[in-house]
């Protein structure tokens, strides 16, 4: 069993950055694939980036490809997500999930493929 809670959403202007953090319980974290989804409002919950257990593969979307990181501390046991240069189209609940699978990079997009979830966290850009 694994328990997120994600914090450090805000409201901020365009081009400015936040880090969100996940921070997980449970043995099994240190070990898990882990992911960043994201919704806005009226949408559909959408896939933002990805990082394998050890933190030696990440992968991000096209939409937030050259301004969004992700990383991890598993001695901490958290995952982290960069956000600089942010846009208002960035304005979404922010979820962070984990995943028992293996890193796959045909599968780590779908949010379906996620055993666990956070509550998520509020980030909202103005223009």
């Known amino acids: 069993q694994v328990q997120l809670v994600e914090s450090g959403g805000g409201l901020v202007q365009a081009g400015r950055s936040l880090r969100l953090s996940c921070a997980a319980s449970g043995r099994s974290f240190s070990t898990s694939v882990t992911g960043w989804f994201r919704q806005a409002p009226g949408k559909e919950r959408a896939f933002v980036g990805v990082i394998s257990w050890s933190g030696g593969v990440t992968s991000v979307a096209d939409s937030v490809k050259g301004r969004f990181t992700i990383s991890r501390d598993n001695a901490k046991n958290k995952v982290y997500l960069q956000m600089n240069n942010l846009k208002p189209e960035d304005t979404a609940v922010y979820y962070c999930?984990?995943?028992?699978?293996?890193?796959?990079?045909?599968?780590?997009?779908?949010?379906?493929?996620?055993?666990?979830w956070g509550q998520g966290t509020q980030v909202t850009v103005s223009s």
């Open positions: 999930a984990v995943k028992r699978s293996a890193y796959s990079s045909s599968t780590n997009a779908y949010s379906k493929e996620y055993d666990y």
